[in-house]
């Protein structure tokens, strides 16, 4: 009984492990082994791909554009999760309370969840167009600047920051907000009232029912979402290939674009790997930690 | 109830009405309400002004498009921009590409997720953990680490620039999502107890799952194969890579070269209005899948 069983499960899993393993693991395991060895598009025919160790990431390493690359994606990661979380909890509190227009608040809430980033790039692209911008005009006329603002092309910086790599980052916020509204949302609706209720007995103001009952309440939850974001931020690609394609100057340049221009604009598809090897490095060091977290809940 | 009724006197489980809620409300809490409602109002204009930009500017005519200051309300609404995308672009043929690649690759990986799904969620055998963590690692590891060897993998089987290319790189791309999502809604919408049963009338493991558990979880079934389809729907990078010739790009892909064909500058109308038409069926779509939003990403999370 037990052994059909068994075999039952395995012809069940077949089709799936097979898709897995030849579309997930093994292209990530091949990928890593692109990064050690030497693969230029334009010598492996005369060449072949000789093992070079770590040479593939010695260079991308020495590559001040790369650096710059790697520090804009921290930065830009850790700007949008900021923004997406903090946006996130206020809103979901809004969308939490009892009133008429609810629904149709969350709805409106929703909206840019279903706008495909190449959409939402193209949106925004005209949004921001120099010349054309409502918010350009606004604030002219609000007599806050005197002469257009550049979103996307200001190449100003203060350190490594700038007008369009904030511009990109607004882009990511608002695709991705709703996600984690309808997350945090979810969890909202979990807290007991009888805690809020205790709260109240005690004289809690709004601002402290917050802090000491909605936020401890919410931890797990938001935990996992600041996760799921840092991973998302980090493979993060469409925004900024479209939007700016890395520039102006490689300000706006993160870790995914580099590496897919080093593949199918220069061809060194060591180079590219090696350059998402450090993606994978670092999600993958978040994933485990995220996977131990989820597997010991269940073992407890 | 009276306003003038105070706190101590008001039956516990009234609620108060709003004189009484913001009169009996300490000055902190005012000022809180306010701020918030403020920054509600705020972050309504961000995430609402870009979608009205979009939607407007497709109906405005291309003299209107140009004039400075912009217009916030289209003076002359016309259909024109409409047309002309599907003059300058083979619009509606790049929609029907995206129903039918983003179709093909949802129905295919929904099948094979569902029965993965059902004995992942269902039983213990060897190896479970194991393949269920590295399914969880490949939904979360981003796609930009394994692009260039499924590239070459597609094109040493001579499927770049082919239908079937994309779906198949699209079935492997949603799978770990799909599996991880049913796998959730099985534990919770099907109770052990209904397959028991049936296999104490004699039925064998599979009939039992064909004919007993597939028609009662249809529902999140069908929720899922419409998130597949959604995340095939919004894909840009894998179109970009294995289809981007001539009349076969997907939509997001036609959009995407739409920018350096003018639309940016020319004709902005029409890019707008091809935009517009891109985010249609997205929205229909999800307004039916809305409701299981929540149990379906938090099933994400494994709980063993």
Redesign the interface.
């Known amino acids: 009984m037990t052994r059909q069983k068994y075999i039952f499960c395995y012809l069940m899993l077949a089709p799936a492990l097979l898709v897995t393993a030849a579309l997930g693991i093994y292209p990530m395991l091949y990928s890593l082994w692109m990064s050690f060895v030497e693969f230029d598009l334009l010598r492996v025919n005369q060449f072949g791909t000789p093992f070079v160790g770590i040479d593939n990431y010695l260079a991308v390493f020495a590559d001040p554009r790369f650096v710059q690359t790697v520090l804009n994606t921290v930065l830009f990661t850790a700007f949008s999760v900021a923004g997406v979380l903090v946006f996130g909890l206020l809103l979901s509190q809004i969308l939490n309370g009892k009133y008429r227009g609810r629904t149709a608040l969350r709805m409106l809430v929703s909206v840019p969840w279903f706008v495909p980033p190449a959409v939402a790039s193209a949106i925004w692209m005209w949004l921001l167009n120099t010349d054309r911008s409502p918010i350009n005009f606004l604030l002219q006329d609000m007599g806050l600047i005197t002469s257009n603002i550049r979103f996307l092309s200001d190449s100003t910086t203060w350190g490594p920051l700038s007008i369009p790599m904030f511009s990109i980052i607004a882009v990511r916020v608002w695709n991705g907000l709703p996600f984690a509204i309808i997350f945090i949302l979810a969890a909202l609706q979990s807290i007991p009232a009888s805690l809020y209720e205790a709260a109240e007995v005690d004289g809690a103001n709004l601002w402290q029912k917050f802090w000491y009952v909605t936020l401890p309440q919410l931890r797990p939850v938001l935990s996992i979402l600041t996760l799921l974001l840092v991973i998302g931020g980090l493979g993060s690609f469409e925004i900024n290939y479209i939007m700016t394609g890395g520039g102006p100057q490689n300000l706006t340049n993160i870790m995914a674009v580099y590496s897919y221009q080093q593949a199918f604009s220069f061809f060194r598809f060591d180079l590219a790997s090696a350059a998402s090897g450090v993606i994978f490095i670092m999600t993958g060091f978040i994933s485990v930690f995220y996977l131990r977290s989820q597997f010991n809940k269940g073992t407890r | 109830m009276t306003v003038v009724q105070t706190n101590a006197e008001r039956p516990a489980r009234l609620r108060p009405g709003l004189f009484e809620r913001f009169s009996s409300m300490?000055k902190?809490?005012l000022l809180?309400?306010i701020l918030?409602v403020a920054?509600?109002l705020a972050?309504?204009a961000?995430?609402?002004?870009?979608?009205y930009?979009?939607v407007k500017?497709s109906f405005q005519t291309n003299g209107e498009i140009r004039a400075?200051?912009?217009a916030?309300i289209p003076q002359d609404w016309t259909w024109q921009p409409y047309l002309n995308a599907n003059r300058l672009i083979p619009l509606w043929r790049y929609v029907m590409n995206s129903l039918f690649v983003s179709g093909t690759a949802a129905l295919l990986?929904t099948i094979?997720?569902c029965?993965?799904a059902?004995?992942?969620g269902r039983?213990r055998?060897?190896g479970?953990?194991l393949?269920l963590?590295?399914?969880?690692?490949?939904n979360?590891?981003?796609?930009?680490?394994?692009?260039?060897?499924?590239y070459f993998?597609i094109q040493n089987l001579n499927l770049l620039n082919s239908y079937v290319g994309l779906i198949?790189?699209y079935?492997?791309?949603s799978?770990?999502f799909a599996?991880l999502m049913l796998r959730g809604y099985f534990e919770t919408a099907a109770p052990a107890e209904l397959e028991e049963a049936a296999m104490i009338d004699g039925c064998?493991?599979?009939e039992a799952?064909w004919r007993v558990i597939l028609p009662v979880c249809l529902p999140g079934i069908a929720a899922v194969a419409i998130f597949t389809f959604?995340n095939a729907?919004?894909d840009?990078?894998w179109a970009s890579?294995l289809l981007n010739q001539g009349e076969m790009k997907t939509i997001?892909?036609g959009?995407?070269d739409f920018?350096q064909e003018g639309?940016?500058v020319q004709y902005?109308n029409a890019?707008?209005a091809a935009?517009v038409v891109?985010?249609v069926p997205?929205?229909v779509?999800?307004v039916f899948v809305?409701r299981w939003?929540?149990g379906g990403?938090?099933a994400g999370?494994?709980?063993?």
């Open positions: 300490s902190v809490d809180t309400r918030v920054a509600t972050l309504l961000y995430i609402l002004l870009p979608v930009w979009m500017s400075l200051p912009p916030w990986s094979i997720a029965s993965a059902y004995v992942l039983f055998f060897p479970a953990t393949i963590g590295l399914i969880l690692l490949t979360l590891i981003p796609a930009i680490t394994r692009v260039f060897p499924i993998f198949f790189a079935v492997g791309f799978l770990p599996v064998g493991h599979f799952f959604l729907w919004n840009f990078l890579l997001q892909v959009i995407g920018a639309g940016s902005v890019y707008m935009c891109a985010t997205a929205l779509v999800f809305q939003l929540v990403l938090t999370s494994v709980k063993t």
